[in-house]
């Protein structure tokens, strides 16, 4: 037997440490050669980490949540054949614990206990006993006070024993009822009893990456949120009407493959949205290809899937690849590639979304374009009130390198295209 050591390999996207979001085995288990032994998370996804050899596992290169650089001590194995681990080299933290021997235990002389001692000047504490129901029509003996505060506490003095003189109850006597709530003397409400829990919940995983992710972008850009109101009845009627009328090869529409392709038309005019700015450098990079980051809540967190080429997708196609990722990211298949790349994102709470919210840029992008809900309001038509779809859209700009004028005319182009979705297909 020998002991064989398992560095963390190269997970690609040309990072130098990932974080260790998962243990899929602990020491004394045994493992086999290409069963899953951890997961890790980078920058965009979740790796899981095989094990390269067969054996038993000695020792664990860090618990839940350490960064673990390229190349460090992963894993620890006790392996058959050759190893690759020196005798004397230490074993990581998380190792196996080794046996401890149990030491004789000498038999000890019997000793008759000791009665307990009192301080004389300091009597036992003892609880009053519970008391029965006074008989009806007995009125319990209280001051104005104390009755106050029993009736405010929802408390029945009838169930509360006295021992002020006479039996009457006196404030102590609430105070003890209070403290013990489950006692037939005490009868304070359920639930309502103060709750001092405190629960710790390490920030790690995909968790850690959002909190980095949203640091960063609220530390460094400054942002510019622009509201505007747009009626998406039109819009609304023709995708009921294409859902209603589609082939069975096609995907079933929602809203944001018509607001991807409006976004692909208004970034014509306004390149400079569509664009990563690299602060560090000094250099904004404006992208010809338009790949939309779709932020999207799955079970473990705010992943955002990317649609590449958006420019080169039509209205079906958006549609398909947007229901594909969506479904990739909430059961967590997602590849890094799906998961990166994004020129700009949209953002949306669907249903939740609310009349306005001030969405973070996705760093280093320039834009987001935040998707609120829709709700049926009348509208003045100059003549009359009639009901309207409307929705607001709330988008955020990086006011560095974006001017207001500029991020609104984009916005505006966009308003315009939803309101009159023909000029989708007009326009190509």
């Not at 085995?25 to 390269?52: F, H």
């Not at 002389?109 to 006993?129: L, N």
Request: aromatic share 4%.
């Amino acid at each position: 037997m020998a002991e064989f050591r398992i560095r963390m390999p190269d997970v690609g996207e040309g990072i130098a440490e990932a974080e260790l979001v998962e243990w899929h085995v602990a020491p004394g288990d045994m493992v086999r050669e290409d069963q899953i032994i951890a997961a890790v998370m980078t920058d965009k996804a979740t790796v899981e980490i095989p094990s390269t050899r067969s054996g038993k596992v000695l020792a664990l290169g860090g618990e839940v949540g350490k960064t673990i650089a390229i190349g460090s001590e992963l894993i620890r194995l006790d392996v058959d054949g050759e190893g690759n681990i020196g005798a004397d080299e230490p074993a990581p933290p998380h190792a196996a614990p080794a046996p401890v021997p149990e030491a004789p235990v000498a038999a000890a002389p019997a000793r008759t206990p000791e009665p307990p001692r009192i301080s004389p000047s300091v009597a036992p504490a003892v609880s009053p006993a519970p008391v029965a129901p006074r008989p009806e029509g007995e009125k319990p003996i209280a001051s104005p006070a104390v009755r106050d505060r029993a009736r405010k506490a929802g408390i029945d003095l009838r169930r509360i024993a006295g021992t002020g003189p006479a039996g009457r109850i006196t404030h102590e006597d609430l105070d003890r009822a209070f403290a013990s709530p489950g006692t037939p003397g005490g009868a304070s409400r359920p639930g309502l009893a103060p709750d001092t829990s405190i629960k710790e919940i390490k920030v790690m995983g995909l968790r850690r990456r959002i909190a980095d992710k949203m640091t960063i972008s609220r530390s460094r850009i400054p942002h510019i949120t622009y509201v505007e109101e747009v009626d998406v009845t039109n819009v609304e009627s023709l995708r009921a009407k294409l859902n209603a009328d589609r082939r069975e090869d096609r995907p079933k529409l929602t809203f944001l493959p018509f607001l991807i392709r409006a976004m692909v038309i208004a970034l014509r005019d306004e390149p400079g949205i569509n664009a990563l700015y690299d602060d560090e450098a000094g250099v904004v990079r404006q992208y010809g290809g338009v790949h939309v980051g779709i932020a999207a809540q799955t079970p473990t967190g705010l992943v955002v899937p990317v649609v590449k080429h958006a420019e080169a997708r039509d209205l079906w196609d958006c549609g398909a690849e947007v229901n594909r990722l969506a479904a990739a990211a909430k059961n967590g298949a997602a590849t890094r590639d799906e998961l990166t790349g994004s020129t700009i994102t949209i953002t949306s709470l669907g249903p939740l979304g609310g009349l306005s919210h001030t969405p973070i840029i996705n760093h280093p992008e320039v834009a987001i374009v935040g998707v609120n809900k829709m709700q049926m309001r009348p509208m003045w038509d100059g003549e009359k009130f009639v009901p309207r779809m409307m929705m607001n859209m709330s988008s955020s700009f990086d006011h560095r390198v974006i001017d207001g004028w500029n991020a609104a005319v984009f916005i505006q182009r966009i308003k315009a295209l939803l309101e009159e979705p023909a000029l989708l297909f007009m326009e190509g």
